[in-house]
């Protein structure tokens, strides 16, 4: 699977942005996309998961309530809705994508090494 980011940008704390994950096709049941973020000297993280099969997501507290993460209509496409954004928001955002996975597993703590499938990277510079 392949996996291409985009919406990336630079924003003054307080603004908005939209991230797009395309992937190169829809891996069917038992799929799982999401979002990691990488801050400068920090390790990579998980920010919000979704589950295409069941369209169910999640979001990790510390974005409750400002992030919103959903699934396209085809089912190959993610999205990151970001809203007062603030200046610890800022890093590279990666696209994520692993086969084979529980929709438990795909909602609960996720690692980098969950996932074999990555994106390029798009970047968000909040200041």
């Known amino acids: 699977v392949q996996l291409v980011e985009s919406g990336g940008g630079s924003v003054e704390a307080g603004g908005a942005l939209r991230l797009s994950c395309v992937a190169s096709?829809?891996?069917?049941?038992?799929?799982?996309m999401a979002w990691f973020r990488q801050a400068p000297g920090k390790e990579r993280e998980v920010v919000a998961s979704?589950?295409?099969?069941?369209?169910?997501?999640r979001v990790v507290d510390a974005a409750k309530g400002r992030f919103a993460v959903s699934v396209g209509r085809a089912r190959n496409r993610l999205f990151l809705e970001m809203n007062f954004l603030k200046a610890d928001d800022t890093g590279t955002y990666y696209c994520?994508?692993?086969?084979?996975?529980?929709?438990?597993?795909?909602?609960?703590?996720?690692?980098?090494?969950?996932?074999?499938?990555w994106g390029q990277g798009t970047q968000v510079t909040v200041s």
């Open positions: 994520a994508a692993a086969r084979g996975m529980s929709e438990f597993s795909c909602l609960g703590r996720l690692q980098p090494r969950d996932f074999p499938n």
């Open positions: 096709e829809y891996a069917g049941a038992h799929y799982c």
């Open positions: 979704a589950y295409p099969g069941t369209t169910r997501s």
